[in-house]
Protein backbone atom coordinates (compact mmCIF):
# COMPACT_ATOMS: atom_id res chain seq x y z
CA UNK A 1 0.00 0.00 0.00
CA UNK A 2 0.91 3.33 -0.84
CA UNK A 3 1.52 5.84 1.70
CA UNK A 4 -1.21 7.53 0.75
CA UNK A 5 -2.43 10.37 3.42
CA UNK A 6 -6.34 9.56 2.01
CA UNK A 7 -5.87 5.95 3.37
CA UNK A 8 -3.85 6.59 6.21
CA UNK A 9 -6.90 6.36 8.64
CA UNK A 10 -7.86 2.60 9.06
CA UNK A 11 -11.10 1.70 8.30
CA UNK A 12 -11.35 0.50 11.97
CA UNK A 13 -10.37 3.90 13.29
CA UNK A 14 -13.14 5.37 11.41
CA UNK A 15 -15.38 3.41 12.99
CA UNK A 16 -14.39 4.09 16.69
CA UNK A 17 -13.92 7.76 15.91
CA UNK A 18 -17.74 8.08 14.81
CA UNK A 19 -18.69 5.40 17.56
CA UNK A 20 -17.17 7.48 20.18
CA UNK A 21 -18.92 10.76 18.72
CA UNK A 22 -22.02 9.08 18.81
CA UNK A 23 -21.68 8.19 22.52
CA UNK A 24 -20.29 10.96 23.51
CA UNK A 25 -22.62 13.90 21.80
CA UNK A 26 -25.61 11.96 20.51
CA UNK A 27 -26.55 8.83 22.26
CA UNK A 28 -25.85 9.39 25.62
CA UNK A 29 -23.68 6.90 27.91
CA UNK A 30 -26.15 4.81 28.50
CA UNK A 31 -27.37 3.70 24.89
CA UNK A 32 -26.02 -0.02 23.89
CA UNK A 33 -24.17 0.85 20.42
CA UNK A 34 -22.07 -1.19 18.32
CA UNK A 35 -20.85 -0.84 14.57
CA UNK A 36 -24.00 -2.42 13.63
CA UNK A 37 -26.88 -0.81 15.34
CA UNK A 38 -29.45 0.44 13.50
CA UNK A 39 -29.36 4.25 13.95
CA UNK A 40 -32.30 5.62 11.69
CA UNK A 41 -34.72 3.06 12.96
CA UNK A 42 -33.47 2.33 16.59
CA UNK A 43 -33.86 5.31 17.75
CA UNK A 44 -30.32 6.50 18.14
CA UNK A 45 -30.62 9.69 15.49
CA UNK A 46 -32.70 12.12 14.85
CA UNK A 47 -33.32 14.16 12.26
CA UNK A 48 -31.10 16.71 14.04
CA UNK A 49 -28.76 13.87 15.12
CA UNK A 50 -28.46 13.34 11.15
CA UNK A 51 -27.56 16.94 10.08
CA UNK A 52 -24.94 16.91 13.41
CA UNK A 53 -23.48 13.31 12.45
CA UNK A 54 -22.41 14.73 8.63
CA UNK A 55 -21.25 17.66 10.36
CA UNK A 56 -18.93 15.91 12.23
CA UNK A 57 -17.76 12.97 9.40
CA UNK A 58 -17.45 15.84 6.73
CA UNK A 59 -15.46 17.69 9.13
CA UNK A 60 -13.42 15.48 10.78
CA UNK A 61 -12.79 12.99 7.49
CA UNK A 62 -12.35 15.62 5.32
CA UNK A 63 -15.59 15.10 3.24
CA UNK A 64 -17.76 16.80 1.28
CA UNK A 65 -21.43 15.51 1.95
CA UNK A 66 -23.24 15.80 -1.70
CA UNK A 67 -27.21 15.75 -1.18
CA UNK A 68 -27.68 13.03 -3.22
CA UNK A 69 -25.37 10.75 -0.23
CA UNK A 70 -28.02 11.41 2.30
CA UNK A 71 -29.30 7.77 2.01
CA UNK A 72 -30.48 4.81 4.20
CA UNK A 73 -27.58 2.87 2.73
CA UNK A 74 -24.73 5.75 4.25
CA UNK A 75 -26.36 6.35 7.62
CA UNK A 76 -28.20 3.16 8.23
CA UNK A 77 -25.06 2.04 10.73
CA UNK A 78 -21.59 3.09 12.13
CA UNK A 79 -20.25 0.48 9.75
CA UNK A 80 -22.30 2.10 6.89
CA UNK A 81 -20.73 6.00 8.31
CA UNK A 82 -17.36 4.44 8.19
CA UNK A 83 -17.19 2.76 4.83
CA UNK A 84 -19.40 5.74 2.80
CA UNK A 85 -16.74 7.88 4.07
CA UNK A 86 -14.14 5.46 2.32
CA UNK A 87 -16.21 5.86 -0.34
CA UNK A 88 -16.07 9.74 0.09
CA UNK A 89 -13.01 10.02 0.57
CA UNK A 90 -11.83 8.22 -2.20
CA UNK A 91 -14.04 10.39 -4.65
CA UNK A 92 -13.55 13.83 -3.61
CA UNK A 93 -9.49 13.07 -2.68
CA UNK A 94 -9.75 14.80 0.08
CA UNK A 95 -7.09 14.92 2.76
CA UNK A 96 -7.33 15.10 6.69
CA UNK A 97 -8.33 18.82 6.79
CA UNK A 98 -11.85 19.73 7.47
CA UNK A 99 -13.59 20.16 3.46
CA UNK A 100 -15.37 23.31 4.66
CA UNK A 101 -13.95 26.66 5.68
CA UNK B 1 -75.06 6.49 1.75
CA UNK B 2 -72.30 8.80 2.86
CA UNK B 3 -70.08 7.17 5.80
CA UNK B 4 -70.90 9.08 8.47
CA UNK B 5 -68.48 7.37 10.55
CA UNK B 6 -64.72 6.67 9.98
CA UNK B 7 -64.62 3.02 10.41
CA UNK B 8 -67.50 2.74 7.65
CA UNK B 9 -64.80 4.01 5.13
CA UNK B 10 -62.63 1.25 5.10
CA UNK B 11 -65.79 -1.01 4.74
CA UNK B 12 -67.16 1.30 1.66
CA UNK B 13 -63.76 0.94 0.28
CA UNK B 14 -63.17 -2.51 0.64
CA UNK B 15 -66.97 -3.06 -1.27
CA UNK B 16 -66.24 -0.66 -4.01
CA UNK B 17 -62.35 -2.14 -4.81
CA UNK B 18 -61.28 -4.73 -2.36
CA UNK B 19 -58.02 -5.31 -5.01
CA UNK B 20 -56.48 -1.63 -4.83
CA UNK B 21 -53.90 -0.86 -2.44
CA UNK B 22 -55.07 1.01 1.27
CA UNK B 23 -51.75 1.26 2.64
CA UNK B 24 -48.34 0.90 1.47
CA UNK B 25 -44.98 0.91 3.61
CA UNK B 26 -41.32 -0.60 3.18
CA UNK B 27 -42.34 -2.23 -0.31
CA UNK B 28 -45.17 -4.21 1.37
CA UNK B 29 -49.26 -2.98 1.19
CA UNK B 30 -52.93 -3.96 2.07
CA UNK B 31 -55.41 -3.72 0.36
CA UNK B 32 -58.79 -2.22 1.48
CA UNK B 33 -60.07 -5.77 1.24
CA UNK B 34 -57.31 -6.91 3.65
CA UNK B 35 -57.12 -4.33 5.47
CA UNK B 36 -61.19 -4.34 6.23
CA UNK B 37 -61.12 -7.62 7.50
CA UNK B 38 -57.83 -7.68 9.87
CA UNK B 39 -59.85 -4.65 11.19
CA UNK B 40 -63.07 -6.55 11.77
CA UNK B 41 -60.82 -9.57 12.90
CA UNK B 42 -59.08 -6.89 15.63
CA UNK B 43 -62.79 -5.75 16.68
CA UNK B 44 -63.84 -8.86 17.07
CA UNK B 45 -61.31 -10.25 19.40
CA UNK B 46 -61.54 -6.76 21.65
CA UNK B 47 -65.82 -7.22 21.21
CA UNK B 48 -65.09 -11.07 22.41
CA UNK B 49 -62.73 -9.82 25.03
CA UNK B 50 -65.43 -7.28 26.84
CA UNK B 51 -65.00 -4.50 25.54
CA UNK B 52 -67.92 -1.90 26.22
CA UNK B 53 -69.00 0.47 23.84
CA UNK B 54 -66.51 4.00 23.83
CA UNK B 55 -63.62 2.38 25.96
CA UNK B 56 -60.58 3.82 25.29
CA UNK B 57 -58.01 1.41 23.70
CA UNK B 58 -54.48 2.84 23.35
CA UNK B 59 -52.66 1.98 20.10
CA UNK B 60 -48.86 1.96 20.51
CA UNK B 61 -46.95 0.66 17.18
CA UNK B 62 -44.38 1.53 15.40
CA UNK B 63 -44.95 3.45 12.12
CA UNK B 64 -45.99 0.51 9.44
CA UNK B 65 -48.99 -1.49 8.45
CA UNK B 66 -50.62 -2.69 11.56
CA UNK B 67 -51.20 1.30 12.23
CA UNK B 68 -54.61 1.46 10.25
CA UNK B 69 -55.54 -2.00 11.05
CA UNK B 70 -55.32 -1.31 14.80
CA UNK B 71 -56.89 2.07 14.29
CA UNK B 72 -60.24 0.75 12.44
CA UNK B 73 -60.28 -1.98 14.45
CA UNK B 74 -60.91 -0.14 17.49
CA UNK B 75 -63.02 1.86 15.86
CA UNK B 76 -65.01 -0.73 14.33
CA UNK B 77 -65.30 -1.76 17.79
CA UNK B 78 -66.66 0.96 19.03
CA UNK B 79 -63.88 2.11 21.33
CA UNK B 80 -62.28 5.46 21.79
CA UNK B 81 -59.06 5.48 20.06
CA UNK B 82 -56.09 6.83 21.88
CA UNK B 83 -53.04 6.77 19.47
CA UNK B 84 -49.92 7.06 21.58
CA UNK B 85 -46.43 8.63 20.01
CA UNK B 86 -43.79 5.42 19.77
CA UNK B 87 -41.46 7.44 20.65
CA UNK B 88 -42.88 8.70 24.10
CA UNK B 89 -40.57 8.06 26.88
CA UNK B 90 -42.42 5.46 29.25
CA UNK B 91 -43.34 8.27 31.63
CA UNK B 92 -45.26 10.20 29.23
CA UNK B 93 -47.38 6.77 28.06
CA UNK B 94 -48.22 6.54 31.68
CA UNK B 95 -49.77 9.86 32.03
CA UNK B 96 -50.94 8.96 28.29
CA UNK B 97 -53.03 5.92 29.92
CA UNK B 98 -53.83 6.82 33.19
CA UNK B 99 -55.04 10.55 32.26
CA UNK B 100 -57.54 8.89 29.74
CA UNK B 101 -58.08 5.87 31.70
CA UNK B 102 -56.98 3.33 28.77
CA UNK B 103 -57.96 -0.38 29.49
CA UNK B 104 -56.89 -2.12 26.80
CA UNK B 105 -53.58 -1.83 24.84
CA UNK B 106 -52.91 -3.01 21.13
CA UNK B 107 -48.84 -2.74 20.88
CA UNK B 108 -46.65 -5.19 18.93
CA UNK B 109 -43.92 -7.35 19.55
CA UNK B 110 -40.84 -4.78 18.88
CA UNK B 111 -42.34 -2.17 21.27
CA UNK B 112 -42.51 -4.98 24.13
CA UNK B 113 -40.06 -3.02 26.22
CA UNK B 114 -41.45 0.07 25.97
CA UNK B 115 -45.36 -1.55 26.53
CA UNK B 116 -44.29 -3.38 29.35
CA UNK B 117 -42.87 -0.28 31.79
CA UNK B 118 -45.95 1.59 30.78
CA UNK B 119 -48.24 -1.56 31.67
CA UNK B 120 -46.40 -1.60 35.09
CA UNK B 121 -47.40 1.80 35.71
CA UNK B 122 -51.46 1.72 34.62
CA UNK B 123 -52.73 -1.77 36.32
CA UNK B 124 -56.06 -0.55 34.94
CA UNK B 125 -55.05 -1.66 31.53
CA UNK B 126 -56.96 -5.22 31.86
CA UNK B 127 -56.18 -6.67 28.45
CA UNK B 128 -53.62 -6.46 25.26
CA UNK B 129 -53.28 -6.97 21.98
CA UNK B 130 -50.59 -7.92 20.25
CA UNK B 131 -47.95 -9.63 22.75
CA UNK B 132 -47.61 -12.85 23.95
CA UNK B 133 -48.35 -14.36 27.37
CA UNK B 134 -44.76 -15.07 27.56
CA UNK B 135 -43.83 -11.23 27.43
CA UNK B 136 -44.81 -11.61 31.15
CA UNK B 137 -46.78 -7.73 30.83
CA UNK B 138 -49.11 -9.83 34.11
CA UNK B 139 -52.20 -9.90 32.18
CA UNK B 140 -54.61 -11.31 29.26
CA UNK B 141 -52.39 -10.85 25.64
CA UNK B 142 -53.96 -11.91 22.01
CA UNK B 143 -50.70 -12.38 19.78
CA UNK B 144 -51.71 -10.73 15.95
CA UNK B 145 -51.36 -14.54 15.28
CA UNK B 146 -54.24 -15.28 17.07
CA UNK B 147 -56.44 -12.08 15.51
CA UNK B 148 -58.44 -13.79 12.35
CA UNK B 149 -59.20 -12.14 9.42
CA UNK B 150 -62.99 -11.57 9.44
CA UNK B 151 -65.23 -10.28 6.38
CA UNK B 152 -67.54 -9.52 8.63
CA UNK B 153 -68.26 -6.40 10.71
CA UNK B 154 -69.39 -6.53 14.17
CA UNK B 155 -72.73 -5.00 14.81
CA UNK B 156 -72.00 -1.63 16.89
CA UNK B 157 -73.89 0.74 17.68
CA UNK B 158 -72.15 4.24 16.87
CA UNK B 159 -73.26 7.14 15.99
CA UNK B 160 -71.36 10.19 14.45
CA UNK B 161 -71.25 12.60 17.90
CA UNK B 162 -69.62 9.40 19.88
CA UNK B 163 -66.36 10.16 20.71
CA UNK B 164 -63.61 8.78 17.49
CA UNK B 165 -59.88 9.45 19.14
CA UNK B 166 -58.14 11.32 21.28
CA UNK B 167 -55.06 12.47 20.09
CA UNK B 168 -52.38 14.01 22.66
CA UNK B 169 -49.37 17.25 22.47
CA UNK B 170 -46.33 15.76 22.56
CA UNK B 171 -44.81 18.84 24.92
CA UNK B 172 -41.32 18.46 26.02
CA UNK B 173 -42.39 18.14 29.89
CA UNK B 174 -45.16 17.95 31.38
CA UNK B 175 -48.65 16.81 31.21
CA UNK B 176 -49.94 17.01 27.58
CA UNK B 177 -52.80 18.23 26.41
CA UNK B 178 -55.70 15.49 25.50
CA UNK B 179 -57.72 16.14 22.24
CA UNK B 180 -61.14 14.61 21.84
CA UNK B 181 -62.62 14.42 19.05
CA UNK B 182 -65.85 12.81 17.57
CA UNK B 183 -66.94 10.92 14.28
CA UNK B 184 -68.48 14.02 13.17
CA UNK B 185 -65.41 16.16 14.07
CA UNK B 186 -63.02 14.01 12.02
CA UNK B 187 -65.36 13.32 9.03
CA UNK B 188 -66.15 17.18 8.44
CA UNK B 189 -62.80 18.15 8.23
CA UNK B 190 -62.46 14.78 5.73
CA UNK B 191 -65.17 15.64 3.40
CA UNK B 192 -63.66 19.05 3.29
CA UNK B 193 -60.11 17.80 2.16
CA UNK B 194 -61.29 15.13 -0.50
CA UNK B 195 -63.69 17.69 -1.88
CA UNK B 196 -61.23 21.00 -1.91
CA UNK B 197 -58.14 18.96 -3.08
CA UNK B 198 -59.92 16.79 -5.60
CA UNK B 199 -58.87 13.76 -4.16
CA UNK B 200 -59.76 10.01 -6.15
CA UNK B 201 -58.80 6.96 -5.60
CA UNK B 202 -55.94 7.62 -8.28
CA UNK B 203 -53.73 9.28 -5.48
CA UNK B 204 -51.14 8.46 -3.44
CA UNK B 205 -51.10 10.57 -0.18
CA UNK B 206 -48.21 9.84 2.62
CA UNK B 207 -48.03 9.84 6.16
CA UNK B 208 -44.86 11.78 6.66
CA UNK B 209 -46.09 13.06 10.34
CA UNK B 210 -46.33 10.52 13.45
CA UNK B 211 -49.77 9.28 13.51
CA UNK B 212 -50.40 10.44 16.80
CA UNK B 213 -50.91 13.73 15.36
CA UNK B 214 -53.70 15.54 13.62
CA UNK B 215 -52.03 15.05 10.00
CA UNK B 216 -52.91 11.82 10.42
CA UNK B 217 -56.73 12.35 10.00
CA UNK B 218 -55.86 13.65 6.35
CA UNK B 219 -52.94 10.98 6.10
CA UNK B 220 -55.01 8.03 6.54
CA UNK B 221 -58.56 8.98 7.06
CA UNK B 222 -59.09 11.68 3.67
CA UNK B 223 -57.18 8.73 1.37
CA UNK B 224 -59.99 6.10 2.82
CA UNK B 225 -62.81 8.43 2.30
CA UNK B 226 -61.62 8.81 -0.92
CA UNK B 227 -60.50 4.97 -1.86
CA UNK B 228 -56.87 6.15 -2.30
CA UNK B 229 -53.64 4.66 -1.05
CA UNK B 230 -51.52 5.82 1.96
CA UNK B 231 -47.32 5.67 1.51
CA UNK B 232 -46.73 5.06 5.38
CA UNK B 233 -43.04 6.66 5.49
CA UNK B 234 -40.65 5.52 7.84
CA UNK B 235 -38.59 7.32 10.50
CA UNK B 236 -35.62 6.15 8.21
CA UNK B 237 -36.58 7.46 5.27
CA UNK B 238 -38.03 10.40 6.66
CA UNK B 239 -34.37 11.31 7.91
CA UNK B 240 -33.02 10.74 4.61
CA UNK B 241 -33.58 13.20 2.29
CA UNK B 242 -32.27 11.31 -0.99
CA UNK B 243 -34.31 8.02 0.11
CA UNK B 244 -37.22 10.09 0.30
CA UNK B 245 -36.91 11.79 -3.05
CA UNK B 246 -36.46 8.42 -4.72
CA UNK B 247 -39.70 6.94 -2.64
CA UNK B 248 -41.70 9.61 -3.70
CA UNK B 249 -40.31 8.94 -7.32
CA UNK B 250 -41.24 5.25 -6.66
CA UNK B 251 -44.10 5.35 -5.36
CA UNK B 252 -45.70 7.97 -7.47
CA UNK B 253 -47.01 9.76 -4.53
CA UNK B 254 -49.46 12.60 -5.83
CA UNK B 255 -50.03 13.87 -2.08
CA UNK B 256 -48.13 15.69 0.47
CA UNK B 257 -49.08 17.16 3.39
CA UNK B 258 -46.30 18.17 6.67
CA UNK B 259 -44.85 20.80 8.83
CA UNK B 260 -42.13 23.32 6.33
CA UNK B 261 -39.20 21.33 7.87
CA UNK B 262 -39.47 18.25 5.99
CA UNK B 263 -40.13 19.94 2.81
CA UNK B 264 -37.28 22.17 3.61
CA UNK B 265 -35.04 19.22 3.97
CA UNK B 266 -36.04 17.29 1.38
CA UNK B 267 -35.17 20.61 -0.71
CA UNK B 268 -31.81 20.90 0.74
CA UNK B 269 -30.60 17.45 0.85
CA UNK B 270 -33.11 15.35 -1.47
CA UNK B 271 -31.65 15.68 -4.77
CA UNK B 272 -34.51 16.47 -6.86
CA UNK B 273 -33.64 17.96 -9.80
CA UNK B 274 -32.21 14.07 -10.51
CA UNK B 275 -36.16 12.97 -9.62
CA UNK B 276 -39.60 12.83 -12.09
CA UNK B 277 -41.89 13.78 -9.31
CA UNK B 278 -44.61 14.72 -11.78
CA UNK B 279 -47.21 12.33 -9.92
CA UNK B 280 -47.15 14.98 -7.34
CA UNK B 281 -50.39 17.27 -7.79
CA UNK B 282 -50.93 18.96 -3.95
CA UNK B 283 -48.22 19.71 -1.48
CA UNK B 284 -49.81 21.03 1.77
CA UNK B 285 -47.76 21.55 4.89
CA UNK B 286 -48.89 23.72 8.02
CA UNK B 287 -47.76 24.23 11.68
CA UNK B 288 -45.20 26.85 10.77
CA UNK B 289 -43.91 29.35 8.35
CA UNK B 290 -42.32 28.50 5.64
CA UNK B 291 -39.20 30.69 5.16
CA UNK B 292 -39.65 32.51 1.95
CA UNK B 293 -36.41 31.63 0.04
CA UNK B 294 -36.91 28.05 0.87
CA UNK B 295 -40.32 27.66 -0.53
CA UNK B 296 -39.64 29.54 -4.06
CA UNK B 297 -36.78 26.67 -4.35
CA UNK B 298 -39.09 23.85 -3.72
CA UNK B 299 -42.00 25.37 -5.46
CA UNK B 300 -39.71 25.52 -8.67
CA UNK B 301 -38.20 21.65 -7.97
CA UNK B 302 -41.81 20.17 -7.68
CA UNK B 303 -43.37 22.31 -10.35
CA UNK B 304 -46.06 19.91 -11.33
CA UNK B 305 -47.75 20.62 -7.71
CA UNK B 306 -49.99 22.86 -6.33
CA UNK B 307 -49.39 24.46 -3.02
CA UNK B 308 -51.70 24.75 -0.44
CA UNK B 309 -50.98 26.48 3.20
CA UNK B 310 -53.48 25.21 5.57
CA UNK B 311 -54.12 26.58 9.30
CA UNK B 312 -55.38 24.88 12.25
CA UNK B 313 -54.32 22.89 15.08
CA UNK B 314 -54.88 19.50 16.60
CA UNK B 315 -57.89 21.07 18.73
CA UNK B 316 -60.29 22.44 15.53
CA UNK B 317 -58.14 20.24 12.31
CA UNK B 318 -57.51 22.73 9.62
CA UNK B 319 -60.05 25.77 9.83
CA UNK B 320 -58.50 27.83 7.08
CA UNK B 321 -56.56 27.32 4.13
CA UNK B 322 -54.45 29.57 1.17
CA UNK B 323 -53.67 27.78 -1.83
CA UNK B 324 -50.55 29.68 -3.39
CA UNK B 325 -49.99 31.69 -6.80
CA UNK B 326 -47.31 30.13 -8.71
CA UNK B 327 -43.84 31.32 -7.23
CA UNK B 328 -43.10 34.09 -9.22
CA UNK B 329 -46.02 35.90 -7.85
CA UNK B 330 -45.88 35.04 -4.56
CA UNK B 331 -45.13 38.34 -2.74
CA UNK B 332 -44.71 38.73 1.32
CA UNK B 333 -45.64 36.58 4.05
CA UNK B 334 -48.46 34.06 3.27
CA UNK B 335 -51.76 34.61 4.57
CA UNK B 336 -53.43 31.79 6.69
CA UNK B 337 -56.26 32.50 4.19
CA UNK B 338 -60.35 32.09 4.31
CA UNK B 339 -62.23 29.99 6.18
CA UNK B 340 -62.91 26.18 5.10
CA UNK B 341 -66.42 25.16 4.41
CA UNK B 342 -66.90 23.63 7.78
CA UNK B 343 -65.85 26.46 9.84
CA UNK B 344 -66.81 30.61 11.27
CA UNK B 345 -63.98 32.79 11.98
CA UNK B 346 -63.81 35.56 14.34
CA UNK B 347 -61.30 38.28 14.99
CA UNK B 348 -61.58 39.41 18.62
CA UNK B 349 -60.22 41.88 21.15
CA UNK B 350 -59.03 40.96 24.54
CA UNK B 351 -63.07 41.64 25.64
CA UNK B 352 -63.69 39.25 23.36
CA UNK B 353 -65.51 42.11 20.88
CA UNK B 354 -65.03 41.79 17.20
CA UNK B 355 -62.43 44.07 16.23
CA UNK B 356 -63.16 46.51 13.57
CA UNK B 357 -61.68 45.61 10.22
CA UNK B 358 -57.94 45.26 9.60
CA UNK B 359 -57.35 45.40 13.17
CA UNK B 360 -55.29 42.24 15.17
CA UNK B 361 -57.18 40.50 17.44
CA UNK B 362 -57.22 36.52 18.41
CA UNK B 363 -58.99 34.70 16.46
CA UNK B 364 -61.93 32.44 17.40
CA UNK B 365 -62.97 29.02 15.45
CA UNK B 366 -66.12 28.06 16.09
CA UNK B 367 -67.63 25.07 13.24
CA UNK B 368 -68.36 21.29 12.51
CA UNK B 369 -64.50 20.34 12.85
CA UNK B 370 -64.30 21.96 16.49
CA UNK B 371 -63.06 19.27 19.37
CA UNK B 372 -65.21 18.20 21.78
CA UNK B 373 -62.55 19.01 24.90
CA UNK B 374 -59.75 18.49 26.44
CA UNK B 375 -60.27 14.95 28.30
CA UNK B 376 -60.24 15.49 32.19
CA UNK B 377 -60.11 19.02 32.31
CA UNK B 378 -63.52 21.03 32.51
CA UNK B 379 -61.74 24.41 33.57
CA UNK B 380 -59.68 24.39 30.89
CA UNK B 381 -62.46 23.42 28.36
CA UNK B 382 -65.07 26.75 29.67
CA UNK B 383 -61.77 28.79 29.37
CA UNK B 384 -60.93 27.85 26.12
CA UNK B 385 -64.23 26.59 24.19
CA UNK B 386 -66.38 29.87 24.66
CA UNK B 387 -70.02 30.07 24.51
CA UNK B 388 -71.19 33.00 22.28
CA UNK B 389 -74.63 34.53 22.85
CA UNK B 390 -76.16 33.47 19.44
CA UNK B 391 -79.70 34.66 18.01
CA UNK B 392 -82.92 32.88 20.14
CA UNK B 393 -80.86 33.35 23.40
CA UNK B 394 -79.01 30.37 22.07
CA UNK B 395 -75.07 29.90 22.76
CA UNK B 396 -72.40 29.15 20.05
CA UNK B 397 -69.10 27.55 21.32
CA UNK B 398 -65.52 29.05 19.83
CA UNK B 399 -63.01 27.44 20.35
CA UNK B 400 -59.99 30.23 21.18
CA UNK B 401 -56.59 29.81 19.31
CA UNK B 402 -54.38 31.93 20.73
CA UNK B 403 -53.22 33.25 17.81
CA UNK B 404 -53.18 36.70 16.61
CA UNK B 405 -54.36 37.62 13.24
CA UNK B 406 -55.92 40.20 10.98
CA UNK B 407 -58.33 40.21 8.18
CA UNK B 408 -56.80 41.59 5.02
CA UNK B 409 -58.90 43.92 2.31
CA UNK B 410 -59.67 40.68 0.51
CA UNK B 411 -61.13 38.89 2.97
CA UNK B 412 -57.78 36.52 3.41
CA UNK B 413 -56.53 36.28 7.42
CA UNK B 414 -53.17 36.89 8.17
CA UNK B 415 -51.02 35.53 10.64
CA UNK B 416 -49.66 38.13 13.41
CA UNK B 417 -48.07 36.25 16.14
CA UNK B 418 -49.02 33.57 18.67
CA UNK B 419 -50.59 35.82 21.87
CA UNK B 420 -48.04 33.40 23.85
CA UNK B 421 -45.08 34.22 21.69
CA UNK B 422 -45.31 38.00 22.55
CA UNK B 423 -42.69 38.81 25.32
CA UNK B 424 -41.96 41.87 27.02
CA UNK B 425 -37.99 42.45 27.28
CA UNK B 426 -37.41 45.90 29.69
CA UNK B 427 -40.58 46.94 28.91
CA UNK B 428 -40.65 46.66 25.39
CA UNK B 429 -43.13 44.26 23.31
CA UNK B 430 -41.13 42.22 21.33
CA UNK B 431 -42.62 39.12 19.08
CA UNK B 432 -40.59 36.33 18.60
CA UNK B 433 -41.67 35.40 15.26
CA UNK B 434 -40.25 38.88 13.95
CA UNK B 435 -37.09 37.89 14.98
CA UNK B 436 -36.97 34.66 13.70
CA UNK B 437 -37.94 36.62 10.30
CA UNK B 438 -35.63 39.20 10.41
CA UNK B 439 -32.70 36.53 11.10
CA UNK B 440 -34.04 34.47 8.13
CA UNK B 441 -33.82 37.54 5.74
CA UNK B 442 -30.18 37.25 6.12
CA UNK B 443 -28.71 35.39 3.27
CA UNK B 444 -26.24 33.14 5.73
CA UNK B 445 -29.34 31.93 7.91
CA UNK B 446 -30.68 28.62 6.80
CA UNK B 447 -33.03 28.15 9.84
CA UNK B 448 -34.13 30.49 12.91
CA UNK B 449 -35.45 30.04 16.31
CA UNK B 450 -35.89 32.82 18.75
CA UNK B 451 -36.37 31.91 22.74
CA UNK B 452 -36.17 34.02 25.80
CA UNK B 453 -34.47 33.45 28.89
CA UNK B 454 -34.67 34.84 32.24
CA UNK B 455 -32.07 38.02 32.97
CA UNK B 456 -30.00 38.98 35.81
CA UNK B 457 -32.70 41.82 36.08
CA UNK B 458 -35.16 39.39 36.57
CA UNK B 459 -36.36 40.78 33.30
CA UNK B 460 -36.38 38.58 30.24
CA UNK B 461 -33.59 38.56 27.52
CA UNK B 462 -33.94 37.30 23.78
CA UNK B 463 -31.58 34.70 22.62
CA UNK B 464 -31.57 32.85 19.25
CA UNK B 465 -30.32 29.68 17.78
CA UNK B 466 -29.70 29.70 13.42
CA UNK B 467 -28.49 26.89 11.09
CA UNK B 468 -25.84 29.16 9.18
CA UNK B 469 -23.34 28.76 7.20
CA UNK B 470 -21.15 30.20 4.28
CA UNK B 471 -20.30 34.32 4.06
CA UNK B 472 -21.84 36.13 6.84
CA UNK B 473 -22.64 33.82 9.33
CA UNK B 474 -20.44 34.44 12.15
CA UNK B 475 -22.35 35.61 15.34
CA UNK B 476 -20.93 39.57 15.07
CA UNK B 477 -22.09 39.35 11.43
CA UNK B 478 -25.33 38.04 11.96
CA UNK B 479 -25.62 40.62 14.77
CA UNK B 480 -24.68 43.50 12.64
CA UNK B 481 -27.38 42.41 9.97
CA UNK B 482 -29.74 42.26 12.66
CA UNK B 483 -29.13 45.56 13.77
CA UNK B 484 -29.98 47.27 10.95
CA UNK B 485 -33.76 45.45 10.57
CA UNK B 486 -35.09 45.16 14.05
CA UNK B 487 -35.59 48.17 16.91
CA UNK B 488 -32.52 47.45 19.98
CA UNK B 489 -35.26 45.66 22.18
CA UNK B 490 -35.55 42.78 19.37
CA UNK B 491 -32.26 42.17 18.76
CA UNK B 492 -31.19 38.66 20.60
CA UNK B 493 -28.50 39.49 23.10
CA UNK B 494 -27.13 36.04 21.77
CA UNK B 495 -27.05 34.11 18.64
CA UNK B 496 -26.25 30.75 19.24
CA UNK B 497 -24.84 28.87 15.93
CA UNK B 498 -25.88 24.81 15.80
CA UNK B 499 -25.83 22.95 13.23
CA UNK B 500 -29.63 21.67 13.72
CA UNK B 501 -32.71 22.37 15.47
CA UNK B 502 -34.19 20.58 18.45
CA UNK B 503 -37.78 19.21 16.94
CA UNK B 504 -41.16 17.87 18.34
CA UNK B 505 -42.66 14.44 16.74
CA UNK B 506 -44.77 16.55 14.30
CA UNK B 507 -41.26 18.58 13.16
CA UNK B 508 -41.77 22.03 14.86
CA UNK B 509 -38.84 23.50 16.45
CA UNK B 510 -38.91 22.22 20.38
CA UNK B 511 -38.20 25.72 21.52
CA UNK B 512 -38.41 24.69 25.14
CA UNK B 513 -35.46 21.52 24.57
CA UNK B 514 -33.69 24.55 22.49
CA UNK B 515 -33.74 26.74 25.83
CA UNK B 516 -32.94 24.07 28.28
CA UNK B 517 -29.65 22.88 25.55
CA UNK B 518 -28.67 25.67 24.92
CA UNK B 519 -28.50 27.41 28.48
CA UNK B 520 -26.58 24.35 29.71
CA UNK B 521 -22.59 24.53 30.57
CA UNK B 522 -21.77 22.89 27.90
CA UNK B 523 -23.58 24.83 25.42
CA UNK B 524 -22.18 25.20 21.48
CA UNK B 525 -20.56 29.01 21.55
CA UNK B 526 -21.37 31.43 19.21
CA UNK B 527 -18.76 31.51 16.48
Redesign the interface.
Known sequence: MAADPIASTPDGLVESRILDYLQRELAGPEARLDRDVDLLSGGVLDSMGVLRLATFVSEEFGIEIEPSDYVIENFSSVAAVASYVGRARSRTGGGDGPARS | MMPKLLHQMVQDAALRHPDAAAVRCDGASLSWGDLASRANGLARVLLEAGMARRERVAVLL?KGLRVPEAFYGVLSAGGTLVPIDP?SPAEQVIRILRATGVTRLVTEPGKRDLAATALAGCPEVAHVVGLRPEDAVARPCVPWEEVPPSGEAPAVDVIEHDPSYILHTSGSTGIPKLILHTHHSAMSFVDWAVAEYGITREDRLTNASSHHTCFATFDYYAAARAGAATVIL??????????LA?LLERERVSMWYSVP?ALV?LS????LE?RDLRSMRWVLFAGETFPGKHLHRVMRQIPSARFSHVYGSTEVNVCTYYHLPPASELAGPLPIGRACSTTRTLVVDEQGRPVSGGEPGELLIGGSTVMSGYWGEPERNRDILVRRPAPGELEEVYFRTGDRVRALENGQLAFVARADRQVKVRGYRVELEEVEAALLSLASVEEAAAFTVPDAEGSLAIRAAVVA?GEGSAEREILGGLRRILPPQAVPERIHAV?????TPT?KVDSRALAAWLTEENAPHGR
Open positions: ARTPSVLMMPSSETQLRGDSSEAMPRG
